[in-house]
């Protein structure tokens, strides 16, 4: 679908993605990169990210891919400066890196809970802090000489609960509680702007065909009856509106982007 965003948007500036060489990542890394944005992408998959390099290159995008590990902080550190030192700054981070699987939460080990929390939460809050350094010094912020933008991709699943997502659920809301405190924080002593998205249901998706019960796959079984998924496109658009000047006065807001899903409740 065609973006109704300037496709120079982002021109001169540098994106590093957590998660960015595939899935609902790798939509949002192709369209910053389209509108104008160098792209960094970060994963622990190196074949996966040597593909979506390719695929991002061949569009004319310049990309470059960072094989690591989220969760260590030597390779947080590592992946940003290896960002700085291809690109030459770093105006735009999105933690899209994320760990899921459903499990009971009586069947749920105290470790499978750890993990999740230690990808989604840790995680974000770890890439966060090693960009800071970088993120002051550019960026869009909410002027021309503020600092840059963080968005964090976050879940519905915890505005409510979620069957067998107690670590996810409880992982997101730490997500979003990480995104309003630094927000605070370093919108107030550097600039830098920082926001959630939080996808609903989107198809085409790891997340999707992993996680989703069959019901939410058929029109007719959900609580909305012209209830549509979502696409890997949404997403991306609102992370344009957040990342861009577009969004220069949203600070520490985390958007649901699910279609209204999350407030419903079935008739009766
Ligand atoms: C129960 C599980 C499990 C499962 C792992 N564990 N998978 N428990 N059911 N299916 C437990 C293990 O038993 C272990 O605990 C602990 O978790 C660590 O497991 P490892 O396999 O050693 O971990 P690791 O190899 O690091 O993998 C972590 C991972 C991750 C979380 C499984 O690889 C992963 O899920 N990757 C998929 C990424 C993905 O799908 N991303 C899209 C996210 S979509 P014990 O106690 O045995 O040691 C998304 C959307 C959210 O986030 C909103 C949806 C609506």
């Known amino acids: 679908m065609e973006s109704p965003f300037k496709v120079d948007i982002l021109k001169g500036k540098v994106a590093l993605i957590t998660g960015g060489g595939s899935g609902i990542g790798f939509e949002i890394s192709t369209q910053l990169?389209?509108?104008?944005?160098?792209v960094a992408i970060m994963g622990r998959r190196s074949l996966v990210l040597q593909s979506a390099v390719?695929?991002?290159?061949?569009?004319?995008?310049?990309?470059a891919g960072f094989e690591g590990d989220v969760r260590?902080?030597?390779?947080?550190?590592?992946?940003?400066?290896?960002?700085?030192?291809?690109?030459?700054?770093?105006d735009i981070l999105v933690n899209a890196a994320a760990g899921n699987f459903l499990a009971s939460a009586e069947d749920l080990s105290p470790n499978g809970f750890r993990t999740v929390l230690d990808i989604d939460s840790v995680g974000t809050f770890t890439m966060c802090h090693e960009a800071l350094p970088y993120l002051k010094k550019g960026?869009?912020?909410?002027?021309?000489?503020?600092?840059?933008?963080?968005v964090n991709i976050s879940a519905t699943l915890h505005y409510t609960?979620?069957?067998?997502?107690?670590?996810?659920?409880?992982?997101?809301?730490?997500?979003?509680?990480?995104g309003r405190n630094l927000a605070l924080e370093w919108g107030t002593d550097y600039d830098i702007r920082?926001?959630?998205?939080?996808?609903?249901?989107?198809g085409d998706t790891p997340g999707m065909s992993k996680l989703a019960p069959e019901e939410i796959k058929d029109p007719t079984k959900t609580p909305v009856p012209s209830y549509i998924l979502g696409e890997k496109w949404d997403i991306a658009m609102a992370v344009l509106y957040l990342a861009s000047n577009a969004g220069k006065f949203v600070n520490g807001a985390t958007i649901p982007v699910d279609g209204g899903l999350w407030l419903s409740r079935p008739r009766h």
């Open 54 to 63: 390719s695929n991002l290159q061949s569009l004319g995008i310049q990309a």
């Open 72 to 90: 260590k902080l030597e390779d947080a550190r590592r992946v940003v400066q290896s960002t700085f030192d291809q690109f030459g700054r770093i």
């Open 139 to 150: 960026g869009l912020g909410r002027g021309s000489s503020g600092g840059g933008v963080i």
């Open 161 to 178: 609960a979620a069957w067998y997502q107690v670590h996810v659920s409880a992982a997101k809301a730490a997500v979003d509680a990480i």
């Open 194 to 202: 920082v926001n959630g998205i939080a996808p609903g249901p989107i």
């Open 33 to 38: 990169g389209k509108h104008g944005a160098s």
